[in-house]
Structure formats: structure tokens, C-alpha cells
């Protein structure tokens, strides 16, 4: 057995049901499982040990929505809406391929791993004909980082010519789309408790989808014991579309597609109205906040302390990085804070609230119990901040809350499964100088070819 300590941590932030907080605290792991978690002397004698002084200990940070393919499309589209900033991509979008897939997710998942992350999803709906298994390509990439993984068999089926938004040079037919969902689900997914890899089946949204498509995906989604992911209610111009199209608002059409349940998340949620809100609450579907994404293409707020109160299952998510235009998932969970202050502060996040979010709350959504929190038997997936540098000075009156209130900064320590993914502030497994370069590169080669 091996056995690492982590010790003397400027507080321990647990997450557990009654929130505790140890000031000093250190956490034992025994071959990648959390075994003990307290103040005072470790119970056992340990083979590792990491330093915790001047750092807050928190669990990994869970990603719930992204599009790491977007990472090297950033910076168009800059004044559009959803609609305007699709119609614009989705013709580049048509080029993706293994070169493009491997540099953009090493991009994306590396700046998810130097912010805290250490379990990520991926909805990933492109699939171009002669691409390959894209989904493969990411899966090896999160493997060489380290980092706990969740991606999406994403797909889309209806193009403009059948009255869809997507060109339809990226869509694919209803049955192949179907056909490699189901094939993505036996090859990778893994039930296993501490799973490092599971899959997800994810039709991509009301605009882009036949019904056809979502029905059977949630069958076979339930056939196969996996989860369901979708974009849900981002927009107005979504609202609008349904309306015309199926004379049904975005939410009503889930309930009529058997769409809601505790196996289901949204990513956005933004236009509900009050029966919605209760709906998903009472079904105890889970919801990706995504606020960066939201602001930047003018999509609203979503309703996040109504939607917690009526219990659906809430993380944050950072979106891809061609709307949110940077990949910080703790950047992230500041943004969600502040937002959900904008109409006023008696209902908006506390940094503890928010933190909660990111942590069991982004487990709750993927469907997991043995992450999220700094308990014994929980996997021992971990971030350590320092907050005892030139950013922290000053808010010493309360340093967990100054932590998520001062912004975003880069994780100095990161494990998973009790394996250090982040030391230092640097990437154990992979060389971030290298990531760059070649992230570069092959956007250097995207934006030649789509100026
Ligand atoms: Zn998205």
C-alpha cells in the first residue's frame, strides 16, 4: 500500500454535509482513497508526504460543460449572439480533424488541470466524415494529463436543409449518429467505483437534432446505463425556434422526450420560467451553469439559486473556449458567484455556496458519489492553493472565502486518484511550454485556412 500525506494545510475545506473547515488540517491517503481526514498526527506512517502549509485544500474542481475542440477557434464571432456566432463557426468547425482534436484538447484540458480541475466532461457533436474517432483522440489526451474524464458522444442530424441551424456538411445521419454513440458506450465506458473514464450520450440541441434522435438516444442511453446531455434553454432565439418548429417551449419538449430525471443534465438552463425551474427540481435533473459563456454571447442569467432551492443538481461548467474564450474552470466559479449577485444580493452565491457547486455539485450532476468532497472512503482527488503569496495579502479575516473572491489563479498542487497531476503550479505528466506550442501551431494553420 501507499500512503500519502498531505499535511498542515492552512485549512482543509471538506465540503462535507455540514460544511466543515479544518484550520491545519491534513488529509491521508492510502492508495488513491481518502482514509483520514483531520487535525493532529496522521494515524499512520506515510511513504510521500506534500507540504500544505500555506495552501487551502479543496477538493478537485468539477467540470461539467465544455467543447474542448473550440479551444483553437477563439476570438470570432465576437459580437454575435448563439445563433449569429454558430453560423459563423460551424463552416470551420466542418474542418476539424485527429491534429486539430489532440492539440485542442491537451490546450483545453491543461488549463483545466492549472486551475483546480481534476474531473472534466466533454460534449463533444462534431464529427466531420474521414475525421476518425475523434472521441478517442481527447480520451488519449486526458489519459496523458491525468485528469479524470467524462466525455459526451455528442451528435447533431438535422442540417439546414431539413430546417436545422447547422450546415449540412457537419451533420451525420440519425443512424450512424446512434450507431457510434452505442459503439462509444462499449468501447470506453467504464462503471467501475473510482472510474477514470465514462461516457455520456449527448444529442447537441433542439436546433441541430431531429426527435427522432432524441428519443432514441435517451433509450439507448438507458439501455446502456449512461448518462444524457444536451444544451437546454440558452437563448430566446432557442425559445423562438422550438415554439415555431414544435409549438412547445425548450423544456416542455424534454418532458415530452422523456428527457428529464436524476440521469440527465442541461448545460445552461437560462430561459425558464417558474414552472420549468420546479419541473427540473422535482425531477431532480442536473443543470451546467455556464455565466462566461452566457455573458459573452448575450444569452442571460440563468436562475441558479431558484434551481438549487428546488433541488436540481447544479455544477458549473466552463463551456467551450470559442464562447467563454478561456478555459479556467476557477475563473469560472468566481464568475458564477458574481453574477448571481447582479439582481441583488439576497439571493446571490457565497463564495462557500459557489465552491460547493464546483465541487459536490458537479459530481452530483455526472453521477458521481465518490468525488466532490474531502472525506474518508472519497476518492482522493484534490487542489491545493496557496494563499500565501502577493495575491492573498490582505484577506487573512477569511481565506477561503478571499480565495474564490480575489480571482482566478493556477493551482499550485493537483491529484487524482491521489496522483499528482499539478506540482508546483506546473504539469507533472506533460510539458505545458510543449502544449502551447503546438496549440499554436495548429491554430496558426485553422486561421490560414479561415481567415
Ligand atoms: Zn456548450
Redesign the pocket.
Known sequence: MTRLLVERCEVVVTVDDSGSELAGGSILIEDGVISWVDTGASPAAADERIDGRGAIALPGLVNT?H?LYQTLTRARAREQGLFGWLVELYPIWAGLDAEWERAAARVGLAQLALSGCSTTTD?HYVHPAGAGDLLEVEIEAARELGLRFHPCRGSMDLGAAAGGLPPDSVVETTEDALARSREAVERFHDASPGSMLRIAIAPCSPFSVTERLMRESAELARSLGVRLHT?LAETLDEERFCLERFERRPLELMDDWGWLGEDVWF?HAVHLDEKDVRRIGDTRSGIAH?PS?NLRLGAGIAPVRSLVDEGARVGIGV??AASNEAGDLFAEVRQAMLVSRAPGPERGLTARDALRLATRGGAAVLGRDDVGSIEPDMRADLALFAVDDLAHAGAEADPVAGLLMGGPQRVRDLLVEGRPVVRDGGLVAADEDEIARDGHRVAARIAEAWA
Do not use: M, P, T
Open positions: 460543460h467543447h460534449h444544451h448545460a455556464c459563456s463551456d467551450g
